[in-house]
């Protein structure tokens, strides 16, 4: 007897699972026939919209007081307003129409039926609602910008407040004091040519921020570097325009589908010990890059910022339980509009291969690790043949818990970096042959072992940054910019450099923050020998 599938094997005797268990009508209504078929489970419009809407509401309140709620429900009352980031995608078009009908234009057909009319949980939740869409046509060439699209999407809807960024507005100074960032006295650079990620001062007459931009994506080593960097970007940028706005809450159009990609994706990559943060995060600026929440533009407009000043972002997933096909039928029985977004083409990226990015379902295609790249195929075809299972993968990584001290957060990132991770990495890492005795490699290694030691980056970084920024590519791929790649020293973004000058005294020499400072360096036979020379036994003995 053969297990295959009978539609690709005839020979194959194991049917097919119907689309459905026992019956055509709604499982719900039990009256009306169904129009669509979730995970074996057949629902009519109406009542599927009203699913939908439960769901989205099940993730999304249980977050929105400072405090979780208890047994027993309590009114909604954040402390502050809400961002929703928008990229034009499906998860966040459907994300955007579901916060407008349920929190803005107080839709009655999406108020619970309890409570009555009255019922505090029917007012306003949030006081101001800002759409924040970060444009990164300017990473790529021949990307068409769709700010203006974006613009007349969000004018549909009423009483928002529509904020555009651009990508390269991680690298602007004048953006980051425009949002109550502090500024920095000199721009600190990195080689990222150098596994050390060595740090150093840049000449005064600073490139703009596009070309820095462009000379920091054209300096990662490998393409699915430049996908890791750009999400984290974007991730950044929306989190301090939650600041600038006074949003408490920050919530992502991701879906259940792209949920369970981004989370064997983010394990693949290293950012294991962050995978609870992929699902939610609370996230806090750092005090020392911030001038005061007082002084932040609109920080006091519905924003309850306590006297000690500390803020505190909850990016929220609210489409975590709902799949790629659900907020497809949502977009179509709703006369929801996606915009959608254009492919992420690397220079000498290879057709076929593709990876995600935050809150969209399978979409830009650019050259990834061989590991990632069966990923979304994989996770798709599993919601289309055995729907179960992508909701059990991101279950199962809700249950994990990450191992190990905490020992800061990342200086790029912002998320939880794990203690000890660079020296368990220098252990099981090989990263090159030895010179041979005698040689040019050689004496210029004992040259620099000499040298004083310089501030790096690596102890401010948490693994996966680590990792993306040194992973070295067999093949390296042609910059799109040849004149940035040839950058020696890069520009960092400008919450790295706010942090790293509180951090470091004086870029140009050798002091540091840290008490204890390790350095590595290559030990001879001889000068090995002559370390354990007075433990070792004689032959004679």
């Known amino acids: 007897m053969s297990c295959g599938n009978p539609v690709a ?20 209504c039990k009256v009306t026939q169904g129009n669509l078929v979730i995970r074996h489970a057949v629902y009519c419009k109406d009542c599927f919209l009203h699913l939908v809407v439960h769901k989205f509401r099940r993730a999304l309140e249980p977050t929105v007081n400072p405090k979780p709620d208890g047994p027993r429900r309590t009114a ?5 307003n809400l961002l929703v980031g928008f990229s034009g995608g499906l998860g966040s078009s459907v994300l955007l129409d579901l916060v407008h009908r349920c929190y803005v234009a107080l839709d009655k057909s999406t108020m619970p039926s309890d409570g009555g009319r009255d019922h505090p949980r029917h007012e306003r939740v949030w006081k101001k609602v800002t759409i924040c869409y ?6 790529f060439p021949g990307m068409r910008d769709r700010t203006e699209e974006i613009t007349q999407h969000v004018k549909r809807y009423d009483d928002l407040e529509f904020v555009p960024l651009r990508i390269q507005d991680a690298f602007d100074r004048s953006w980051w004091e425009k949002i109550g960032g502090k500024s ?3 721009e600190i650079g990195a080689s990222l040519a150098d596994e050390a990620l060595f740090l150093q001062s840049l000449p005064s007459t600073s490139a703009d921020p596009l070309t820095s931009l462009r000379a920091y994506l054209s300096s990662l080593p490998t393409p699915t570097a430049v996908t890791a960097s750009i999400q984290t970007l974007t991730r950044l940028l929306l989190l301090h325009t939650a600041l600038q706005t006074g949003s408490s809450h920050l919530v992502l159009g991701t879906s259940l589908t792209s949920l369970a990609v981004s989370l064997i994706s983010g394990v693949a990559q290293g950012a294991g010990f962050n995978i609870r943060e992929e699902t939610q995060e609370e996230w806090t600026p750092e005090p020392e890059t911030l001038m005061g929440l007082d002084h932040a533009p609109d920080a006091s407009e519905g924003s309850k910022t306590g006297k000690k000043g500390k803020r505190t972002v909850r990016v929220v997933r609210p489409l975590r339980d709902v799949g790629m096909k659900e907020c497809a ?3 179509w029985w709703s006369g929801v509009p996606v915009v959608g977004k254009e492919k992420w083409v690397w220079a000498g990226a290879k057709p076929g291969i593709a990876t995600l990015t935050k809150g969209t379902v399978l979409s830009r295609i650019i050259e990834a690790a061989h590991i990632l790249k069966r990923y979304p195929d994989f996770i798709v075809g599993l919601e289309k043949d055995y729907p179960s299972t992508v909701s059990t993968i991101v279950r199962t990584c809700s249950k994990l818990a ?16 794990q203690r000890g991770v660079q020296e368990w990495k220098a252990r099981i890492s090989i990263r090159d042959r030895p010179p041979a005795p005698g ?6 290694a004992k040259t620099a072992d000499a040298e004083p030691l310089q501030p790096s980056l690596t102890p401010y970084l948490c693994y996966s940054c680590h990792t ?3 992973s070295k590519s067999a093949r390296p791929l042609p910059s799109p910019w040849p004149a940035s790649a040839q950058a020696p020293l890069v520009s960092l973004p400008v919450w790295t450099e706010a942090r790293l000058s509180s951090a470091i005294r004086d870029v140009d020499g050798a002091e540091h923050v840290h008490a204890e400072i390790m350095q590595t360096r290559q030990v001879g036979q001889d000068e090995m020998k002559g370390i354990v020379d007075e433990f070792l036994l004689d032959d004679q003995e």
């Open 134 to 139: 970060v444009e990164v046509c300017d990473a």
């Open 9 to 28: 094997d005839a020979n194959a005797l194991m049917q097919r699972r119907k689309k459905y268990d026992k019956t055509n009508s709604c499982v719900k």
């Open 76 to 80: 909604l009352k954040p402390a502050g």
């Open 184 to 186: 920095f006295p000199s």
């Open 439 to 444: 040689s040019t490699e050689d004496a210029t």
């Open 468 to 470: 993306t920024l040194t």
């Open 402 to 417: 990450p191992k190990g001290e905490v020992s800061g957060k990342c200086i790029l990132c912002g998320r939880p970096a």
């Open 329 to 331: 039928a949502w977009a």
